[in-house]
């Protein structure tokens, strides 16, 4: 295969708080090649935010990436300069956060904020980038552009404001759209539109999606393939038709039987007992230990590795055998 657009090899970071130190993530790696979609799945916790953050250059201060590599095109974000990175991100990659209300300018015409996001990576002249602004909103599906356009964020819904912005995101046209729980602030029903309009965008124009999501549901529906995090790990990564065929890991069971399926929204949910903890000490177990059903004495003192466990399926568990055997 060509070489991937994304390809984060081996990340670590840290977070120093006043008492101890947070193992957010311990040695995650994962491709996206071109027109491919991955899911991150995981409660919230697991390190899924943190990991693509870091790889653009979006770490909070008291947080150290400290080891690893995040190629985008062959080139190392993370040896790059702040200016060096701010140039790629809005223009080669583009990033939809979870609350709109927070990511747009309260003060700004939302027309202006989408042309601001051209003219800042200079993609094309004023009269260019108004003119594109107009298309842009037409194509998320905003009505009336040329007064809209006019409008500040607060005068918008919150399902429109999201639409603002995949239109800041895809103004310069990307390559790859990193989303970070793109729809959890929206109800269900404005959810399934933004990730139908995501859809249709994405396939219009060839473009890559990384989206994380807590959400099994939102992933299988709209996901090439998936990675389960836990405890800043990788648990599982394989093609969304095999997870859905047949999930390997004990977390990615329990997970699988506590979603509500996009479309099948309403059913029981069977939670999986317990919660997940920050990590604070260098892990030296499997993170999901204390909380699953097979957990031996080996799972307590020895980390398991990501493993191949059938072409494209990857697992990191010892017993992965066992648990197909009697769960599936
Ligand atoms: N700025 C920070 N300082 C300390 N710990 C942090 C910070 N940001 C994230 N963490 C911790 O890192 C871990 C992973 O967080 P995150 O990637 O945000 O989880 P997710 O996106 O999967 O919900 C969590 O334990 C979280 O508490
Ligand atoms: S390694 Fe052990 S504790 Fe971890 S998921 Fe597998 S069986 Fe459970
Ligand atoms: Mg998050």
Do not use: W
């Not at 594109?132 to 429109?160: A, C, V, W």
């Not at 699988?256 to 099948?264: A, D, F, L, Y």
């Not at 929204?265 to 260098?282: D, L, M, N, Q, Y």
């Amino acid at each position: 295969m060509n070489t991937p657009l994304l390809e984060i090899d081996n990340l670590h970071v840290k977070f120093a708080r006043s008492e101890d130190e947070v193992h957010a993530v311990n040695g995650v790696s994962f491709t996206v090649h071109a027109n491919e979609t991955l899911g991150i799945v995981g409660e919230s916790g697991s390190g899924k935010s943190v990991t693509l953050m870091s790889s653009i250059g979006l770490l909070r201060e008291n947080g150290k990436i400290t080891s690893g590599t995040a190629k985008f095109q062959g080139q190392d974000l993370l040896k790059l300069r702040p200016k060096q990175l701010e140039d790629i991100r809005g223009r080669d990659i583009g990033v939809i956060f979870q609350d709109p209300m927070t990511s747009l300018n309260p003060i700004m015409r939302i027309g202006d904020q989408i042309m601001e996001a051209m003219l800042a990576h200079q993609y094309c002249t004023r009269k260019e980038a108004y003119e594109r602004t107009l298309q842009l909103m037409h194509e998320i599906g905003i009505p009336d552009p040329k007064t809209r356009m006019k409008n500040y964020p607060h005068e918008f819904s919150g399902g429109m404001r999201q639409r603002i912005m995949i239109a800041i995101a895809l103004a310069c046209e990307p390559q790859l759209l990193i989303a970070d729980e793109p729809t959890t602030a929206l109800d269900v029903t404005v959810q399934m539109q933004i990730l139908a309009l995501l859809q249709e965008l994405r396939h219009r124009r060839g473009m890559s999606v990384v989206m994380v999501t807590h959400d099994f549901g939102v992933a299988t529906n709209f996901c090439d393939k998936i990675i389960v995090m836990y405890g800043g790990q990788i648990m599982e990564a394989a093609r969304t038709d095999d997870f859905i065929r047949q999930s390997v890991h004990p977390y990615s069971i329990g997970l699988k039987r506590s979603i509500i399926e996009v479309g099948h929204r309403g059913k029981a949910i069977v939670p999986i007992p317990g919660a997940a903890k920050a990590i604070t000490e260098s892990p030296c177990s499997c993170p999901f230990a204390p909380r699953c059903t097979f957990a031996s004495e080996r799972c307590h003192r020895e980390m398991p590795m990501l493993r191949d466990f059938e072409k494209d399926h990857q697992i990191a568990c010892h017993h992965a055998e066992e648990v197909v055997a009697l769960a599936n």
